[in-house]
Each structure stands twice: as structure tokens, then as C-alpha cells.
């Protein structure tokens, strides 16, 4: 049977984490999961905030059917970022896992990028916070990887 308690899996992983790389990456990335599910559940009850509505009046601001159609779409993706976030917590912190965040974070800020070009949205250069912050986690997740099963075999196996 499946635990989805998410307490449950951070305290697994932080007691199999070797290293302090392992831990300062832990920290990194669910805390960036937790935020990214919080920030999205925030975003499905209040589509037009959390810097969607300068989006949203920039582009369908005369046009309700339209305007109707992009919340929909942004409520759509953050149905997909929970779920997908979800998953990535119960896969931990594997470099596969992590690399994998860190990918589908860089494609969705460059699919952004181009709402900075809006007049009334300013700069979308704000959105690489999570794809830095995920890649961060990477590395430590790497660092974790390579040096998580250092020791001798007499200090690795069972008593």
C-alpha cells in the first residue's frame, strides 16, 4: 500500500540523506514543491491573481469570452502543476526527479517569457526564480548521489 502522507516521505528522506548536501537539497526542493502546490491552489480559487490579471487585462481585457477561456486555461494548468508537483514529491530526491522539475520549469518560464513584452505586466525575468531554484536543488541532489555512499563496506553494512 501507497503512503501519501507528505510529512511521511520528507521524514524518510531527510533520514536517508547521508550528507549535508543531501539535506540542504531536501529543503530545497520540497519546499519548492510545497510552494509551487500552494501557490497553484491559490491560483484555482483566484485565477485573476498571483500576476495572472495584468496578463489577463492585457489581453482579453475587452473580450469576456476570451477572458473566460485564459482563466480556464491558467486553472487548467494549475491542476497539471499540482499534480505533476505531487508526483515529484513522492519520487524524492533523486537527480532523475529533480532533473526532471528542473526541466519542465525551465520550459514553462521560457513559454512565459514572452508576458514580459506585455505594456502592463513589466518584466517576466522573475519567473527564472523557480527554474534556479530547482536547479540549485539539482545539484545538491547530484552532490547527494555521488557522495551519499562514501565509506568503507564495514561501515555500510547492517549490524
Not at 492585457?58 to 473566460?68: E, F, L, M, Q, Y
Not at 519542465?104 to 521560457?110: D, G, N, R, V
Not at 530547482?134 to 563496506?153: M, N, Q, V, W
Amino acid at each position: 500500500m501507497l503512503d501519501w502522507n507528505p510529512s511521511h516521505h520528507s521524514r524518510h528522506a531527510w533520514n536517508d540523506a547521508k550528507t549535508v548536501y543531501g539535506k540542504i537539497g531536501l529543503i530545497l526542493f520540497y519546499s519548492l514543491i510545497w510552494l509551487t502546490i500552494l501557490a497553484s491552489l491559490w491560483q484555482l480559487i483566484w485565477p485573476e491573481s498571483e500576476g495572472a490579471k495584468c496578463a489577463l487585462d492585457a489581453v482579453a481585457s475587452n473580450h469576456v469570452k476570451a477572458r473566460t477561456l485564459l482563466i480556464a486555461l491558467l486553472r487548467a494548468e494549475n491542476v497539471l502543476w499540482i499534480g505533476f508537483m505531487g508526483y515529484a514529491d513522492v519520487g524524492g530526491l533523486k537527480v532523475k526527479n529533480v532533473g526532471m522539475v528542473t526541466f519542465f520549469l525551465i520550459f514553462w518560464a521560457l513559454c512565459f517569457m514572452p508576458v514580459g513584452d506585455l505594456d502592463s505586466c513589466g518584466s517576466a525575468t522573475w519567473l527564472w526564480i523557480f527554474p534556479g531554484w530547482a536547479f540549485l536543488a539539482l545539484i545538491f541532489a547530484f552532490a547527494e548521489y555521488k557522495l551519499g555512499d562514501r565509506g568503507s563496506t564495514t561501515e555500510t553494512q547492517n549490524l
